[in-house]
């Protein structure tokens, strides 16, 4: 196995990973989202901050270590992003 099959195993590995970390966020969020019933809850705030930011940081983290593209990491909080405002907007249309 050469280094450059090496380093691309460990790119995808870090990106499935990643992947894998949003999509736990997710089906967190929804969890709450279902059991506060209403978006105004500090605890979903707090939760969500607190996910956001820790799946910020590991992002951040894989980009420094060079296992994945910046662009991929923007990506990749980009999407989680959008799908946690689809479930607000969808718990806003719900209320």
């Known amino acids: 196995m050469t280094s450059?099959?090496?380093q691309e195993q460990l790119n995808l590995k870090a990106i499935s990973l990643l992947h894998?970390?949003?999509d736990k966020i997710q089906k967190l969020i929804?969890?709450?989202?279902?059991?506060?019933a209403t978006r105004y809850c500090p605890l979903y705030e707090e939760v969500l901050d607190?996910?956001?930011y820790g799946f910020s940081k590991e992002v951040d983290f894989a980009v420094r270590a060079g296992l994945l593209p910046?662009?991929?990491?923007?990506?990749l909080i980009s999407k989680l992003e959008r799908n946690l405002a689809l479930l607000y907007?969808?718990?806003n249309q719900a209320e």
């Open 4 to 6: 450059s099959d090496l």
């Open 20 to 22: 894998e970390d949003a």
């Open 30 to 36: 929804e969890v709450q989202m279902e059991n506060l």
């Open 50 to 52: 607190t996910q956001m």
């Open 70 to 75: 910046e662009v991929t990491g923007k990506q």
């Open 89 to 91: 907007e969808a718990l």
